[in-house]
Nanobody
Framework: VQLQAYGGGLVQAGASLKLTCAAS?????YAWFRQAPGKEREFVAT????????VYADSVKGRFTISRDNAKNTVSLEMNKLKPEDTAVYYC??????????????????WGQGTLVTVSS
């Protein structure tokens, strides 16, 4: 499965931005992770293709929304009320993790190239 993420950019704090990830194949779960400079990659959100499970990191809960368009085979991350601390390279991921690992990078086999989101204060 190949993943292509796009939609990043430079925005001001409080603005919104939508990231989209186009997949060449299908897997059970899709996720977004992010990595800020000098920090480890961290979990943002995940969902099952069936829609049966959606999980968010506490830091984005209530501000970000992950969704999937099965017809287009895309996964999106709608980001609202952006904060400077949301600045990072955002990666989409796909795989078949068990629930215990669906918030961990190790749970995903396929990764996109990343798209940079910069939030200015």
């Amino acid at each position: 499965v190949q993943l292509q993420a796009y939609g990043g950019g430079l925005v001001q704090a409080g603005a919104s931005l939508k990231l989209t990830c186009a997949a060449s194949g299908r897997t059970r779960s899709y996720a977004w992770f992010r990595q800020a400079p000098g920090k480890e990659r961290e979990f943002v959100a995940t969902l099952r293709s069936s829609g049966s499970r959606i999980v968010y990191a506490d830091s984005v809960k209530g501000r970000f929304t992950i969704s999937r368009d099965n017809a287009k085979n895309t996964v999106s991350l709608e980001m609202n009320k952006l904060k400077p601390e949301d600045t990072a390279v955002y990666y989409c991921a796909a795989g078949d993790p068990i629930i215990t690992f669906d918030h961990a990078p190790e749970g995903y086999r396929h990764w996109g190239q990343g798209t940079l989101v910069t939030v200015s204060s």
